[in-house]
Structure formats: structure tokens, C-alpha cells
């Protein structure tokens, strides 16, 4: 708990206060979404190489659907063969679970953070180099709480959870899907892809209206939006591309 406390809690504690303390007119509401896009900032690595990863994973499909075909009945032989495939691209299809493993403990150190309360600044948190306001404004856009639950947050944040997922999710061409239906992996991997779809979209829109603050919807909707826009400026297909 004292290596949660000293690696995550406290230096995003002091992050949102530092950033609150330098624009205290905005509220709580922009140092969210300051702290949001730093965190981007020192994952992009591990972020752009997932995405990377998903997109390969695409490109893939049709190749990875026609060995699950050949050798449906010789399962050593399609592992064989998918690993060298995977190899010889230098795709790991594991790759992108590791962004959402690492932001697993910022989101909830956030959330204590934020079910802690801001109003009351506890100073025994504080760098010394880190100023204590007396209190801290958490009222967004002159509307929203984010010390407290907010429906429309965690439904604009499920509804880009959504998007995210749709535009970065591993597609099989419509004909293979076909090919191979009666095969049970790509049941499987159809059935994923479905519930990552439609399960983790409806998760956020759950623990958003019953549990989370406002504050970790912003910190949620701002870091998807983030995501959907680094897929769309560094590995998004030109449209000539896309109509060939």
C-alpha cells in the first residue's frame, strides 16, 4: 500500500494540485485534463506501438484467417504457423494490453485521489516545492461536480470508450469470417471482439452513473479521446488507400 501510495497516489495528488495552482480560474476540471494529456505524453510509446500492433493485426486478418482454415484439424500445425507469421512481422498480439495494464494503477490512484476529496487540501501530501491552495474549485464548466457522480460524463465517456474500441478492434474480412465459421477459434475470437464492444463500453457507463467521480470520467473520456485521435493522425489509412 506505501508503494501505491508513494509511486502513484502522491505524485498524481501533486500533479492536479500543481496544475490547479497554476490555473485556478479554470477549476479542477482543466488540471484533469492537463494531467490527462502528461500521462499520454510519457505512454505514447507503449501506446503507439499497441495501436501499431492492432492495425498490423488487421492488416493480417486475411492471412491468419487462411492458416486457421488449412490447418483446422492439425491445431500444433496452426500454432506453428500463426507464430511465424507473428514473427515475420514482428507483431505481437498481445501488445495491446500492456497500455491498459499500465494505466490500470493511474486511473485508480486518480479515483482515490478524487473520492478523497480536493475541497480540503491535505498539505502532509504536498512536495515542498508544490504550493497549497486553500481550496480547490471542482465545478466543470460551470455545471458539473467532479468531486461527485456524473451521468452525462460517463455517458460521453462510454460512447468514446465505444469509438475507440470499434476503430481499433482486430476485423476479419467478410468472406473469411464466412469461410470459417463452424470453426471454433473464430468463434471465439468473433465472440471478443463483440464483447469488447459492447461489454467494455457498457462497464464505464456502469461504474460511471454508480460509483466513479466525475473527475475520473473527464481523466477516462479525455485519455480515449486522446487515443482515438493519436490512431487517427499516425496510423489511419489515406482515404485513396482505403477505397482500393
Known amino acids: 500500500m506505501e508503494f501505491f501510495f508513494t509511486i502513484f497516489y502522491q505524485p498524481l495528488y501533486n500533479l492536479l494540485v500543481g496544475f490547479y495552482d497554476l490555473f485556478p480560474s479554470a477549476g479542477m476540471g482543466l488540471a484533469i485534463i492537463l494531467v490527462t494529456i502528461l500521462i499520454k505524453v510519457l505512454l505514447f510509446p507503449f501506446t503507439f506501438k499497441s495501436l501499431r500492433g492492432q492495425k ?137 471482439n463483440k464483447m469488447m464492444l459492447y461489454f467494455m463500453p457498457a462497464m464505464t457507463l456502469m461504474i460511471g452513473c454508480t460509483s466513479m467521480p466525475g473527475g475520473v470520467m473527464l481523466y477516462w473520456l479525455s485519455t480515449t479521446f486522446i487515443t482515438i485521435l493519436l490512431y487517427r493522425i499516425f496510423l489511419n489509412k489515406p482515404k485513396e488507400e482505403e477505397k482500393k
Open 56 to 192: 498490423q493485426m488487421n492488416e493480417l486478418q486475411p492471412k491468419i484467417a487462411k492458416i486457421r482454415e488449412d490447418y483446422k484439424d492439425d491445431k500444433e500445425k496452426m500454432a506453428k504457423e500463426l507464430m511465424s507469421v507473428y514473427k515475420d512481422n514482428n507483431v505481437n498480439p498481445f501488445s495491446s494490453c500492456l497500455p491498459l495494464l499500465i494505466q490500470l494503477p493511474i486511473f485508480f490512484a486518480l479515483y482515490r485521489v478524487l473520492r478523497d476529496g480536493l475541497g480540503q487540501i491535505n498539505t502532509e501530501y504536498l512536495y515542498s516545492f508544490v504550493h497549497a491552495p486553500e481550496s480547490i474549485n471542482s465545478i466543470f464548466l460551470g455545471i458539473v461536480d467532479l468531486a461527485s457522480i456524473s451521468i452525462p460524463l460517463a455517458v460521453l465517456a462510454a460512447i468514446a470508450q465505444y469509438f475507440q474500441v470499434k476503430l481499433t478492434m482486430v476485423q476479419k474480412p467478410v468472406s473469411e469470417v464466412k469461410k470459417s465459421a463452424g470453426a471454433m477459434d473464430e468463434n471465439m475470437m468473433a465472440n471478443m
